[in-house]
């Protein structure tokens, strides 16, 4: 079942979006031969060293694993990620020199968004990360501040800092920023 919806949601982006972005992608992504993401789930203690991208497609092994590692903590819920926001994340940490993520939040079940809503008013109630279109992080060793700086220069969707809690918003949205 996993396997044949990772399979489809690949088809589809490269139906739909993929000729799109393609036109847009900047150049230093394009010319990755193969991208690869290193992470640290600061609640769980996983980590991933994950080559998701090689010979000009997605690998839907390594996206699995990604889904997996950035399942909602609390309830174990696994979601598909948007590969869009794995280039994202790719494309800032090229930016910023490379790193491991350390990753706050992923995917959230409707349910944990809920939870997180009632204990504060930050929380948007149709969040992307509803979607596994959003995550909270941090990169190991580089200040916060700049790493928002990096985000921000890609104009690649919604890129939000919390400097009080020490992490930056990323996600596939439309530009914007908070």
Not at 3 to 16: D, P
Request: glycine share 8%.
């Amino acid at each position: 079942m996993l396997k044949v919806s990772i399979q489809r949601r690949l088809l589809l982006r490269g139906l739909v979006v993929g000729p799109v972005a393609g036109l847009a992608a900047p150049s230093a992504l394009a010319a990755a031969s193969e991208r690869r993401l290193a992470f640290y789930h600061t609640h769980t203690d996983e980590r991933l060293k994950v080559t998701y991208f090689a010979d000009g497609k997605f690998i839907p092994e390594s996206l699995a694993q990604v889904d997996r590692l950035l399942r909602d903590f609390r309830n174990d819920e696994v979601h598909p990620i948007d590969p869009d926001l794995l280039d994202t994340l790719h494309q800032v940490c090229g930016l910023c020199g490379g790193g491991t993520f350390e990753i706050i939040s992923g995917y959230r079940s409707p349910e944990t968004n809920q939870l997180l809503r009632k204990r504060s008013n930050g929380v948007a109630r149709s969040s992307l990360h509803l979607q596994g279109r959003a995550i909270d992080i941090r990169l190991s060793g580089f200040v916060t501040a700049k790493l928002r700086d990096a985000a921000l220069t890609l104009q690649r969707g919604g890129v939000g800092y919390y400097a009080r809690s020490d992490f930056v918003h990323l996600d596939t949205g439309r530009v914007r920023t908070w």
